[in-house]
């Protein structure tokens, strides 16, 4: 366990999930759990960022681990933890946030992006920082949003990790958490934190579009296949996708509706099959019918051995107690021993 690289990486508590958090995420997570030091958590104080119904975070926080559970990640190799279990996570993020700049928070696109849905605004140019200024506080943006990147540069440097496996939308989130540790360190000459980069099997991060022919499939944009979607369900929504009238000559450009079906095709479909329809849309014989036929059998593939064991899983209060109780543990051994470094090196020190 002791020479492996440290893999760390969490689903916001909102919901089920769907094929983008798959791709991105929790395939990766599976794959990982055998050759690196792992630990895979789920960010329930993330998700107080956008105010959540109280009795709906609890039941997404069980939902996540059941579905973490059902894909395969196994307790007895990597740690599987609830972000509020550990509350060195909190402490240290009140230290780091000493270390931000308010100004580089306000820039992220996901801080702007959320910001303008919190003040119920579209994003016509107007420069956001002035009104975020001019707001009331009836109508505010909270400053648990602005400090989110904090946060999560925190669950990532708290446990000393070296890789972070997560889908492309993340990938600024990752640099402010880089410039983070550098930051850190530099400022107090010390060596204590891993400068934390993505990880993909393949050579770039991925970006599972949506259903709707536009850009990425995501639980807001109600264009999702969940893991846990009923066949029926499943199929009725992939033949439902967006498409286009057809090639009309060979070797047309493929539109981007149906680029995306494509693209979906290749992460769960054999590579001769893609092939085929790729060739099929060449010569203009493709039946977007029977690709969509072709997708949803092979989507099913993956998900119906999941939601399967899902409902299992999540009935079971007791394995999922014994499950986050050993996560907890693990995890907060090893928070603690940062935090204790962390307060040490910026001058927090006991006087009994
Ligand atoms: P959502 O966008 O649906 O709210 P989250 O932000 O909770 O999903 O994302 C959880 C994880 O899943 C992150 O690692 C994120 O990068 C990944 N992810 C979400 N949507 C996609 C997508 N469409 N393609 C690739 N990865 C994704
Ligand atoms: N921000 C991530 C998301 O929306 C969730 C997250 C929080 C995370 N803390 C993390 C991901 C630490 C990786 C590592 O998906």
Same mark, same amino acid.
């Given at each position: ?9 969490? *689903? ?25 030091? $792992?630990?895979?958590?789920? @960010? ?6 956008? =105010? ?19 894909? %395969?990640?196994?307790? !007895?190799? =990597? ?21 931000? %700049? ?6 992220? =696109? ?12 579209? !994003?016509?140019?107007?420069? *956001? ?10 109508? #505010? ?36 958490? +880089?410039?983070?540790? +550098? ?19 393949? !050579? ?8 709707? %022919?536009? %850009? ?7 264009? $999702? ?54 060739? @099929?849309? =060449?010569? $203009? ?20 051995? *999941? ?10 209060? @007791? ?14 051994? #090893? @928070? ?11 001058? *927090?020190?006991?006087?009994?």
């Amino acid at each position: 366990m002791n020479n492996k690289e440290v893999v760390l990486s969490g *689903i916001r508590a909102t919901g089920n999930l769907h094929l983008g958090n798959y791709y991105g995420a929790l395939s990766k997570f599976v794959k990982m759990q055998n050759d690196y030091d $792992c630990l895979f958590f789920i @960010a329930d104080l993330h998700a107080l960022t956008t =105010a959540p119904d109280p009795n709906a975070l609890h039941e997404n926080v069980r939902n996540i681990l059941a579905e973490y559970l059902a894909a %395969g990640i196994d307790p !007895d190799k =990597a740690t599987i933890f609830v972000q509020s279990d550990v509350p060195e996570i909190s402490e240290m993020y009140l230290l780091l946030n000493m270390h931000v %700049g308010i100004g580089e928070l306000m820039r992220t =696109a996901s801080f702007k992006d959320k910001a303008r849905k919190q003040l119920g605004l579209t !994003d016509d140019g107007t420069d *956001i920082e002035k009104q975020i200024i001019g707001t009331d506080s009836n109508k #505010r943006v909270n400053a648990g949003l602005l400090t989110y990147p904090t946060l999560m540069a925190v669950d990532i440097l708290i446990q000393k990790a070296h890789k972070v496996p997560v889908g492309k939308d993340q990938e600024q989130h990752l640099e402010l958490t +880089r410039r983070f540790a +550098r930051r850190f360190n530099s400022f107090y000459g010390v060596d204590l934190f891993p400068e934390p980069e993505n990880f993909n099997f393949g !050579d770039h991060a991925v970006k599972v579009p949506g259903l709707d %022919g536009s %850009g990425k499939m995501g639980k807001s944009e109600g264009n $999702c296949i969940y893991l846990i979607d009923e066949e029926k369900v499943l199929r009725k929504k992939v033949m439902r996708a967006v498409t286009d009238e057809g090639p009309k000559e060979p070797n047309q450009p493929v539109s981007q509706p149906v680029e995306n079906l494509f693209t979906l095709m290749e992460l769960t479909s054999a590579p001769e099959i893609v092939q085929s329809y790729r060739d @099929a849309y =060449a010569d $203009c014989s493709i039946r977007y019918g029977d690709l969509k036929k072709q997708l949803a059998e092979d989507i099913l593939k993956v998900t119906t051995p *999941i939601r399967e064991r899902y409902h299992d899983i999540r009935n079971d209060d @007791a394995f999922i107690a014994r499950v986050v109780r050993q996560g907890a543990e693990r995890a907060r051994e #090893r @928070a603690a021993k940062t935090l204790a470094e962390v307060r040490e090196i910026m001058g *927090i020190r006991k006087f009994y």
